[in-house]
């Protein structure tokens, strides 16, 4: 099994655009129990991306709490790095 971090760009190769709970509902089957499978850490792993020039903010609206819901979709930079390195 992957790294969650891997995991979580990996999806970026499959999807056009996830937010953190729609990575979280596409690696709960696998991650689900695992320690580092929390919703701030997955924001952080896509920060992370985003700063590193793998991800770019798709659209960021609020929820129903009023909380920052902030969709992202991989670069073509980020594709390929992906691809090269974690694979598909």
Request: hydrophobic content about 50%.
């Amino acid at each position: 099994m992957l790294p969650l971090n891997y995991a979580i760009l990996r999806l970026f190769l499959h999807h056009d655009v996830l937010d953190a709970d729609g990575v979280m509902s596409a690696l709960c089957g696998d991650y689900g129990r695992s320690r580092q499978f929390r919703r701030a850490a997955i924001v952080e792993s896509l920060m992370t991306a985003e700063v590193n020039g793998l991800l770019e903010e798709a659209s960021a609206s609020l929820d129903a709490n009023q909380q920052l819901v902030v969709a992202y979709r991989v670069t073509e930079s980020g594709r390929a790095m992906i691809g090269r390195f974690i694979g598909a």
